[in-house]
């Protein structure tokens, strides 16, 4: 399965500001039952590392610091 390079438009999106993985929390990427969240190696911090999101959300529901937000296309909402 091909890896994104780079951020792009994806379902997950992280805040940067209020992640906190490179204090070592991985919440959003343990919860995650596709496994599709990654941490960078250049920031430490979590992002979408390919898109295959169910939008079930733990990883926004979860988030200890509301950095994680899950945009829910419309016709699923």
């Known amino acids: 399965m091909p890896f994104a390079q780079s951020p792009s438009a994806v379902p997950v999106i992280v805040d940067d500001a209020k992640c906190i993985a490179e204090k070592g929390c991985r919440v959003c990427i343990d919860v995650c039952p596709l496994d599709v969240l990654r941490l960078s190696d250049l920031t430490g911090k979590a ?7 169910w939008y079930c959300m733990p990883c926004e529901a979860d988030c200890p610091t509301g950095a994680v937000k899950v945009n829910i296309p419309y016709l699923l909402k």
């Open 47 to 53: 992002y979408m590392a390919y898109d295959e999101c």
